[in-house]
């Protein structure tokens, strides 16, 4: 599974019950990590990691203003609980 | 757990939190496990990947998974390059394109509008569309995901027994069929003997050669011919029975054909041993091993009446499986009348106490390695059986109880039992105590319960021969129903309590039919046109 992005997970927990796989693979972006200064990563370093300048080039500025628009909603979430590690401590 | 763009740092109470909850983050990190006793390697590539890193894993032997949160790195970065050696790679991040036309998604944050191939499986990258909404908008045409990847043992994963071939007997019988997918699985080259064009193997795409002989309790001369035939032709390294008369033969001739092949049945003074069921029962009585209360040395009615058993009881043949023979009793008058009218020889029968029928009739199957020592068990309930009055079992389902295991684990050592080994019991309901009936020293028909439900048998019989040590497969899943779909008709028609019985006839929840595959419809039609023929016959 991908993308939980911190958010509400009960039917996706009543899907893995009912699965029960032998395994649970998490393939990022899990939780809500990304909040500038608490780690030596900034929005334009992770830009350059996920290879946007090579691939989009003058694109680029057009889709920031698109991801504004979609912004995330699982920060919001995190505010009350962070919801990410309460699924992984009931998937554990 | 591997490290995408939303994850820059993990606090150090995120650190605790993963090491408490046995949670294995791979950034930029590979580990080995074993699931089901197949070990894989898994290493995850994290959006600040380390190429270094990744070099070094792809070099590493073995199946390797490689979980890479962005699949334009692995488009980019190792794709078609020599680090791609990769067996599976699992990536996200697209969400689907959230609205998505196809596989065309109309927009994926930070990629751009109308990107191709933003879900679904691309050989071996699969991109998932994601488990969440994280917009202000809907999804549109593209629904949230969780991907169920089915893992198969012929992907090459465990090659220590490929090429190795494999002679299994008795075509006609489910659990052969099962065998044959288990073996092929660890890549052996699988030879089935089979008796008939309508046998359950000949009707599969799985076997990888057919033979056509004769293999059958009608004919057991014949089929003795034949075993011991393709045994002697030394093009087989391992033989396997799977019906009483099968093992019969080869335990029989074991020291014989052993020169050829590795048999997978008991020597034969300890086979011969225990196919007597009473001396399986006189086993269990002088160990203490709960069974029915049974005379096992009576020659004749009188030595019966001198003993102290209680009526009703139950004579049934020593040797031999089914309810072939079987003869309730309920008084001393009704047995010394029984005896005379079917001419019964009473010191080749079992005599015993009838053990009430409320309770649940269950098998526990073991495999045992040559040190003795037991590597698997899981155990089953029997819900309904045809025919109704003491057939085999149409609906099984998998339980776990202790107190079976331990019965059957002491049992099959004290009898010095190898192999795969099923142990019969009866729980009495008057004391729900699990009672021993017989053993079968074979594996099982309804052996497709054991490979659902966790325990691959076929791998463990291959170590045992081959390998230093046996895996250990001790846990199962629960709750597995195999269900025989032909015969459960015949008792919905039959039984009286076709809309009483629990669990319900109706109840489908966990259940898989015993034949039935749509990659592998053939065994299903075949039995059906097996069973309507003989019923024609019989007729």
């Known amino acids: 599974m991908t993308d939980m992005h911190s958010m509400p997970y009960d039917d996706l927990l009543m899907l893995l019950q009912k699965q029960g796989p032998d395994a649970i693979l998490l393939s990022g972006d899990t939780l809500e990590r990304h909040e500038e200064g608490k780690s030596e990563w900034s929005f334009l370093s992770m830009e350059q990691w996920q290879l946007l300048p090579e691939m989009k080039g003058s694109m680029v500025s057009l889709m920031r203003v698109l991801d504004r628009l979609v912004e995330h909603k699982g920060i919001e979430a995190e505010e009350e609980e962070d919801l990410g590690l309460a699924f992984l401590r009931d998937i554990s | 757990m591997s490290v995408g763009n939303h994850e820059w740092y993990f606090t150090a109470e995120d650190e605790r939190f993963f090491v408490d909850h046995n949670i294995t983050v791979l950034d930029n990190a590979d580990v080995q496990v074993t699931i089901k006793g197949k070990k894989l390697r898994i290493g995850g590539l994290s959006t600040r990947y ?69 879900k679904g499986k691309f050989g071996k990258h699969i991109i998932n569309a994601g488990v969440s909404n994280t917009t202000r908008f809907p999804r549109l045409g593209n629904p949230r995901e969780l991907v169920m990847i089915k893992i198969r043992g012929d992907t090459g994963m465990d090659s220590r027994f490929a090429g190795k071939k494999i002679l299994l007997l008795d075509g006609l019988t489910s659990q052969c069929l099962e065998y044959t997918k288990a073996f092929n699985g660890l890549g052996c080259d699988s030879t089935v003997l089979c008796d008939d064009r309508f046998d359950t193997c000949y009707a599969s795409r799985h076997p990888k050669r057919k033979i056509l002989g004769v293999s059958n309790v009608r004919d057991l001369k014949g089929t003795e011919e034949w075993i011991l035939k393709l045994v002697k032709s030394g093009e087989y390294d391992v033989v396997i029975p799977f ?46 091993l709960p069974c029915p209360m049974t005379i096992y040395d009576a020659k004749s009615v009188d030595d019966i009446l001198a003993s102290n058993i209680k009526f009703p009881i139950i004579l049934k043949p020593s040797h031999g499986f089914g309810s072939h023979g079987f003869h309730k009793i309920g008084t001393k008058e009704e047995l010394a009348a029984c005896v005379e009218k079917f001419d019964i020889d009473v010191s080749e029968m ?6 009430p029928q409320e309770g649940l009739n269950v098998a526990d199957n073991l495999f045992v390695d040559k040190e003795g020592n037991t590597k698997s068990a899981f155990t089953y309930a029997s819900y309904r059986f045809y025919p109704i009055d003491g057939g085999s079992g149409v609906l099984n389902e998998t339980i776990d109880r202790k107190d079976i295991h331990d019965i059957s684990t002491q049992l099959v050592k004290k009898m010095g039992l190898h192999g795969p080994v099923g142990v019969d019991m009866i729980i009495d309901a008057r004391d729900d105590t699990p009672k021993v009936l017989e053993v079968n020293l074979r594996p099982i028909a309804c052996a497709k319960l054991g490979f659902l439900s966790g325990i691959n048998t076929a791998q463990q019989i291959m170590e045992d021969l081959y390998a230093d040590e046996v895996t250990p497969m001790q846990q199962y899943k629960t709750g597995i129903r ?58």
């Open chain 2, 50 to 118: 380390d190429l270094d890193w990744l070099e070094k894993y792809a070099q590493k032997e073995g199946t390797k998974i490689l979980p890479c949160h962005h699949p334009e790195h692995y488009k980019y970065k190792i794709k078609d390059r020599k680090t791609d050696t990769f067996d599976l790679v699992l990536s996200g991040h697209y969400h689907g394109g959230q609205w998505r036309i196809g596989n065309v998604g109309v927009y994926v944050p930070r990629i751009g509008l109308m990107t191709p191939k933003v």
């Open chain 2, 482 to 539: 195999v269900r025989r779909s032909q015969i459960d008709w015949m008792w919905f028609i039959k039984s009286p309590n076709r809309f009483k019985t629990k669990p319900s006839w109706f109840d489908r929840r966990n259940t898989v039919d015993q034949l039935f595959s749509w990659s592998d419809p053939g065994p299903w039609f075949a039995f059906f046109i097996y069973g309507f023929r003989k019923f024609i016959r019989e007729r």
């Open chain 2, 243 to 288: 019906t009483e008369y099968s093992a019969t033969i080869l335990s029989h001739h074991k020291k014989e054909l052993s020169t050829y092949a590795h048999l997978i049945v008991n020597d034969q003074d300890v086979f011969d041993y225990a196919q007597d069921k009473n001396n399986v029962m006189k086993v269990c009585m002088e160990n203490d």
């Open chain 2, 350 to 355: 079992v005599v015993q106490e009838y053990i």
